[in-house]
Structures are given as structure tokens and as C-alpha cells.
């Protein structure tokens, strides 16, 4: 394809960020998979490995789905960087972990982290690549802003300053999907970063960082928002190199300095609070349910519909802990059952299985009390039907599958207005 645009997709799970950028079966997942998408994005190398299993099974639903060519299922750690493909493209959910640094090697661009902390391993990747990837596709949980607690955004920090001293320039965005139109209340932060040199770098120096955050970025195409700060945007300068960040950052700040949007270009960051601006159709929990086709074991037993109830209610009451002493405990109760008027609350690594919870989803039907079902799950997240259906792979790991992966149509729409960057900057390239 013209202006193919090659991707290396890290921390794969069972493919939803490259269901998000190439479709499936050249349709789109804003579409069901109903209508045709004309994607330039081609994964040509993917990695993915759960280090707590000997049975790899995110792995070998990915090469189910999408064959085995070009896949890893090795520790990325240990893989070699220069058996990974050029590509122009790199994408993966990273996840959040402790990111302090450790220390740095002597005369040497290279660090080391925290051990099997797999930031640092995106940051092998870029550093000793001849050729870098022009740009950068990262998603991670929205706590990540804020984490840890005693040096409040010091992780999100040391990546800013890590992709900095690797001449990237970023912009970020807190994401819930449900406020455009997506059928599941998940908040993620989406990271993407430019390359020194690329045409969309250049952009984000010729407007105002605020003109970029609401207007002129990728995601303010892909996501509209608006803010009421937009005169008195935070600016802070980072400083000093990533071990000093580590050590110093934000040292006994009680609140983050990372709003939910922002950009950084030469070390200065810019962030304000944004909320969504969007003015399409909503998708609700009934809009995916299935009907008459979800089996018997999903279905709770009556007897079994107290322990569900008291789980999700609320609580006062006192508790004995481990060694003998009582405390006061209490929490707030949750909707039960789940409401089928509204976007699913966020699905979570243990929707499957038969036991109470008071994370589970559990709606009302005609038949009664019930679970969610597997292909449920997989529609919150808009994969296909059946996507992680593969012999061997019980319900219970499909549930984990989905808890861990992302909403596709948030890929989608950010994919496109990454390519619309990217088509423009080719143009500009061939014009000159």
C-alpha cells in the first residue's frame, strides 16, 4: 500500500491495538466490523508474554488470529533489538509499574532501571535502534499521572524526560471511552510521542503548546475537548537528567502537576484540564447483550443472589483482621444489578467465573440474574465476536483477556488522525 505505515506492537495481549489500526477483515470496530476500513498501518512484528504462566494462551489467541509470522512470544527483556524489524510506528499498553531509576552506566547512553520494570524496555527499543521510530503510540492506566504517592506524577515524569533526552516530543490524554459514543466507562491515558525531525514535531513548535492541547493536536482531532483553563495552563520546565527526576521530582507534593491533557517539546511541559466535547450517539450496556444465546452456567443460582447483593451493598460493620484486632469497615454500595441504560462500568480481570463479587458485572434478563458472557466482554472492548474463542482458553481466561486490554475504537479514532498527520507530512516531504 501507498504510504504504508510499518508497526512494531509491544506488550500484544490478544491484539487490540492491532485491531484498531489495520481492522479486521477490512472492516472497522467503530462499525461492528460491518462497514470497510482503508487502513495504512501494517504490524510488522508483534511480542507478547505473560511472565506468571507457563501456558501462554494471550499469545496463542493473538496467532490465531492473526498468524504467527512476524510474532514473539519471548520475554521482551531478553530480546535482541536488532531482530526487530524498521518500523515507523511503535504502539503498545505498557504497564504501570514502579518506574524509579536506579542508576546509570558510566560513560554510556544506556541506564538501568528497576528490574523487569518493561518502560525501560520501550526505552532499549528506541535508544539503540539506528534508525528510531518517528512516532510513538502508548496507553497505560490514568493512575500513572499521579503514581507513586510519595513523589505525586514522578513516573510519568521520568518517561516524559526519557523521550526528551530521545528527542521526542509528546502529547498525552486521559481517555474515557464511554464520553464518545464507546460502550465502556474505561479511562486509560494515551500517549504519543514525534520524532525530532518529522513534519507533526515541527507543528507542535509553529502553535502554542494550548493551541496544540485543544485545537491542532492529534488527539484534540481525534477526541474534542474544551477546557475552562485555557488562559493559565500549568508550565513547568523538567529538570535534570531521569536519575535526578527519579530522586527529586515532585518530592512530598501531596497533588500531581499532570493534568489530564498536555505536551511536552524541549523538556517544557504544558498541561490543563480538559473535558470532553462531544455531541454524537451513546452506546449503552442493553446495546450489547446478547438474547437467548448465553448458556446455563451464567445464569445465578437463586439461592446465591443474596451473597451477590450483600458483596455489592454498602457496609458498616466490624471485622477481625489477621492478628486478632477489630477495626471499623465500611464502603459504598454499587448499582445491583448493572444497569442495561447506560455504558458498562469497566470491566476487570475477574469477570469470569461462577463465584460472587462485587466487581463482577451482573444483569437482569427475562430469565433472571446473570453473568456477562465472554462475547459480551469482548464487545465492551468492540473486538469481534468470538475473537478470543480458541480450545483450551476457558471463559475465565477470556474474561482476564478482556480486563486487560483496551477499547478498540479509542485505537481506531486516534489511528486516524495519527495517518491524517502523518498523510500530510508525506505531502509536505514531496512537495519540497
Known amino acids: 500500500m501507498e504510504n504504508e505505515i510499518k508497526v512494531v506492537e509491544l506488550f500484544a495481549g490478544v491484539g487490540g491495538f492491532r485491531l484498531g489500526l489495520?481492522?479486521?477483515?477490512?472492516?472497522?470496530?467503530?462499525?461492528?466490523?460491518?462497514?470497510?476500513?482503508?487502513?495504512?498501518?501494517?504490524?510488522?512484528?508483534s511480542n507478547q508474554w505473560e511472565?506468571?504462566?507457563?501456558?501462554?494462551?494471550?499469545?496463542?489467541?493473538?496467532?490465531?488470529?492473526?498468524?504467527?509470522?512476524?510474532?514473539?512470544?519471548?520475554?521482551?527483556?531478553?530480546?535482541?533489538?536488532?531482530v526487530i524489524p524498521d518500523h515507523d510506528l511503535l504502539v503498545g499498553g505498557f504497564p504501570c509499574q514502579d518506574y524509579s531509576v536506579a542508576t546509570t552506566l558510566k560513560n554510556s547512553k544506556g541506564l538501568i532501571g528497576k528490574k523487569g520494570v518493561l518502560w525501560w524496555s520501550i526505552h532499549k527499543i528506541i535508544s539503540e535502534r539506528q534508525s528510531k521510530p518517528k512516532y510513538l503510540f502508548l496507553e497505560n492506566v490514568d493512575r500513572l499521572l499521579i503514581s507513586p504517592s510519595?513523589?505525586?506524577?514522578?513516573?510519568?515524569?521520568?518517561i516524559l524526560q526519557s523521550l526528551n533526552e530521545l528527542d521526542y516530543a509528546v502529547e498525552w490524554r486521559v481517555v474515557n471511552a464511554a464520553d464518545f459514543g464507546m460502550p465502556q466507562r474505561r479511562r486509560r491515558i494515551f500517549i504519543l510521542a514525534y520524532l525530532k525531525g518529522t513534519n507533526i514535531y515541527e507543528s507542535i513548535k509553529d502553535v502554542t503548546p494550548t493551541e496544540w492541547i485543544l485545537e491542532e493536536g492529534t488527539l484534540a482531532e481525534a477526541f474534542p475537548v474544551t477546557s475552562e483553563n485555557t488562559l493559565f495552563p500549568t508550565e513547568f520546565k523538567l529538570k535534570g537528567d531521569i536519575v535526578s527526576i527519579s530522586e527529586n521530582f515532585n518530592k512530598g507534593g501531596t497533588t500531581g502537576l499532570f493534568e489530564n491533557t498536555g505536551v511536552m517539546i524541549n523538556g517544557l511541559v504544558t498541561t490543563i484540564k480538559t473535558q470532553p466535547n462531544y455531541e454524537g450517539d451513546f452506546t449503552i450496556l442493553r446495546d450489547l447483550i446478547q438474547n437467548g444465546e448465553v448458556t446455563s452456567e451464567f445464569y445465578i443460582d437463586k439461592n446465591d443472589l443474596d451473597k451477590w447483593a450483600y458483596l455489592k451493598g454498602p457496609k458498616k460493620e466490624m471485622r477481625t483482621n489477621a492478628q486478632g484486632f477489630e477495626y471499623n469497615y465500611s464502603e459504598g454500595g454499587m448499582i445491583f444489578p448493572d444497569p442495561l441504560?447506560?455504558?458498562s462500568r469497566t470491566i476487570i480481570t475477574g469477570e469470569g467465573g461462577k463465584s460472587p463479587s462485587r466487581f463482577k458485572h451482573v444483569i437482569q434478563t427475562p430469565k433472571g440474574y446473570r453473568r456477562l458472557s465472554p462475547v459480551e466482554l469482548e464487545r465492551l472492548n468492540m473486538f469481534p465476536d468470538d475473537h478470543t474463542k480458541l480450545d483450551g482458553v476457558s471463559d475465565t481466561k477470556r474474561a482476564f483477556f478482556m480486563g486487560n486490554a483496551l477499547v478498540v475504537g479509542v485505537i481506531e479514532k486516534i489511528g486516524i488522525a495519527l495517518n491524517q498527520k502523518i498523510t500530510n507530512e508525506v505531502a509536505l516531504q514531496s512537495e519540497r
Open 22 to 45: 489495520e481492522g479486521w477483515n477490512g472492516k472497522s470496530a467503530s462499525s461492528a466490523y460491518k462497514k470497510g476500513i482503508k487502513s495504512p498501518y501494517k504490524i510488522v512484528w
Open 51 to 82: 511472565p506468571s504462566t507457563k501456558m501462554q494462551h494471550a499469545s496463542l489467541v493473538y496467532e490465531n488470529r492473526f498468524g504467527k509470522n512476524g510474532h514473539s512470544n519471548e520475554d521482551i527483556s531478553q530480546v535482541d533489538v536488532s
Open 150 to 158: 510519595g513523589q505525586r506524577g514522578r513516573d510519568f515524569a521520568i
Open 341 to 343: 441504560d447506560k455504558p
